[in-house]
């Protein structure tokens, strides 16, 4: 069944005091390292439960990041990437279980609400790119865009600059793979359809569920899972290589869908696919928790102790290599069924993001430069 492997209906949220419509968060903990921690409690008016129920809709706020680098490098073993750029902190899809959640903490800010209201973004990304890879003994190795948030939530239709990270790529012949949940990605057709011809990006769209009613409040302000689908479509007409991420797959939750969830992408062209097991690292587990209780209370506790199953007994192991995939006999089953569905669909003769080339890059002269600003 769509919504999940133990057949309970999902509450809307119309039922559920306290939630903020179109944010997926039902709390705002305050930063880990903070030193106080505010506690709601009721003053004897017997008023908090109608307060909570009464939630106006949160806005979204825009604070100017000002970083001076727009590369993040990376050592860890178990990533196919070593260097990213991230245009936006913070990301309104306001994904429940997403795992850049705690990056909010190390701007005084909360990994709850304010992960998906109060944004930062960076007005100089492109220019500041440009300049690291014009850097003497820079070597390009491909960049990953959407990394930590993604790089087509909604605040990019207004600011773009996912954009211009994409012109700077574009001029220097520097491969890029890039990682969404959002259609918005159809808007840089123009720009992927050249890189595509010089094998120089690939686009994976993130898949969770085919159901929509668990979509909408798993990942509220993310593209429907149709229109995802369709995204794919568009891309690979295009000739864009695509892929899809069924990620992440939840014991209980989402992941008997795996095997439809690869049918439907490969349907729609993707022609490479991954998928990861639901990590809930630092703040995340006590807000997942609370997710879950509030919004699938009769299965919550059948779907923490498969978590803790595929964990060696915790919520997380934060080990490279297993901390994306998990261990246990339900996380082998999990590996096995997407290892058959791949090789069934083919989509394990995909090439991998290495093969992108490299070769290509080169810096541009700076009176090439001067012309496209004229």
């Not at 939630?55 to 727009?70: C, F, K």
């Not at 190390?106 to 960076?122: A, Q, T, W």
């Not at 996912?162 to 949940?181: G, M, S, Y």
């Amino acid at each position: 069944m769509p919504d999940g492997s133990l057949g309970s209906p999902l509450l809307t949220r119309s039922t559920l005091p306290g939630l903020r419509r179109g944010r997926g968060a039902i709390s705002n903990p305050a930063s880990r390292f903070e030193r106080t921690r505010p506690d709601a409690f009721d003053d004897g008016w017997g008023t908090l439960a109608q307060a909570l129920a009464e939630l106006p809709p949160l806005a979204t706020s825009l604070t100017r990041d000002a970083s001076r680098s727009a590369l993040t490098w990376n050592d860890s073993p178990d990533i196919g990437f070593d260097r990213s750029v991230n245009p936006y902190k913070g990301c309104e899809h306001g994904c429940i279980y997403c795992y850049a959640r705690p990056t909010h903490a190390y701007i005084g800010l909360s990994p709850g609400l304010d992960f998906e209201s109060r944004l930062l973004f960076k007005p100089e990304v492109a220019s500041l790119l440009e300049k690291e890879l014009r850097k003497p003994g820079y070597v390009p190795r491909p960049i990953a865009l959407g990394s930590n948030t993604d790089p087509y939530q909604p605040v990019e239709r207004t600011l773009g600059l996912t954009r211009q990270v994409l012109e700077v790529l574009d001029r220097f012949n520097h491969p890029v793979t890039i990682v969404t949940k959002s259609a918005g990605v159809l808007r840089d057709m123009d720009i992927l359809t050249r890189m595509a011809a010089r094998n120089l990006v690939q686009v994976c769209l993130s898949v969770t569920t085919l159901d929509n009613r668990l979509a909408r409040i798993m990942e509220p302000r993310a593209a429907a899972p149709l229109r995802r689908l369709a995204a794919m479509h568009e891309l690979s007409r295009a000739g864009i290589p695509v892929g899809v991420l069924a990620a992440p797959m939840i014991p209980g939750v989402n992941d008997a869908e795996l095997e439809k969830i690869l049918e439907a992408a490969h349907a729609h062209g993707a022609r490479a696919a991954g998928y990861v097991l639901l990590r809930l690292p630092l703040e995340i587990r006590q807000m997942f928790e609370d997710w879950l209780n509030a919004h699938m209370p009769d299965r919550a506790a059948r779907v923490l102790a498969l978590i803790r199953e595929t964990r060696a007994g915790r919520t997380y192991d934060s080990r490279f290599g297993t901390r994306q995939t998990g261990t246990g006999p339900y996380a082998d089953m999990l590996a096995r069924r997407f290892q058959v569905a791949m090789k069934r669909l083919g989509l394990d003769q995909a090439r991998e993001n290495g093969s992108l080339d490299c070769s290509r890059f080169a810096v541009p002269r700076e009176e090439e430069r001067q012309l496209e600003l004229l």
